[in-house]
């Protein structure tokens, strides 16, 4: 699902759409339909799966990160470099290139661009995204079962009075 997604132009309608499909697929895997009720996040959990958008953005900037370590003679750099004079734009809001992409989701995951030279760094820095995001799903599915436990027991020692 994400074959391609490197050099997109990802913007905030194709992130929810290929949302969608993703728990979509999750739902599916799991048995689940909407009419069942269940939230996102529990269905998430159960799987372990990160958002595909965080995937997105991490492919993305490793992506970014291996350009901007090739040498500038590299054809994948002199790409970089080509632009585009004198070319008639039609109207309405300007097309979302893949440098402000991948401006945008640097500065999310606060990262520069200096540091794509160190590559233990800078791979580092974009796992820890992705890392953190899974940390929260996985340590709020324990804080519920850990209260929904603690409430059975308080209601068992009530009831036992």
């Excluded at 499909?21 to 048995?31: A, I, Q």
């Excluded at 233990?120 to 079962?145: E, K, M, P, T």
Aim: net charge positive; proline share 2%; glycine share 6%.
């Amino acid at each position: 699902m994400l074959y391609g997604s490197l050099c997109w132009a990802v913007n905030c309608v194709h992130e929810q759409k290929i949302g969608v499909v993703e728990m979509r697929m999750l739902r599916w895997m799991c048995g689940h339909t909407g009419l069942d009720k269940i939230r996102n996040e529990s269905v998430r959990d159960k799987i372990g799966v990160a958002p595909i958008a965080k995937k997105m953005r991490e492919a993305l900037l490793r992506w970014f990160g291996h350009v901007q370590r090739r040498p500038l003679e590299a054809p994948v750099r002199r790409c970089e470099s080509l632009v585009t004079r004198h070319v008639k734009r039609g109207r309405g809001r300007p097309i979302k290139t893949w440098n402000e992409t991948v401006r945008k989701d640097m500065m999310y995951s606060g990262i520069s661009e200096i540091m794509t030279k160190d590559m233990a760094q800078w791979r580092q820095r974009v796992h820890r995204d992705l890392d953190l995001a899974r940390s929260r799903s996985r340590s709020r599915s324990r804080s519920r079962s850990l209260s929904i436990t603690n409430l059975f027991f308080s209601i068992m020692q009530f009831q036992s009075f």
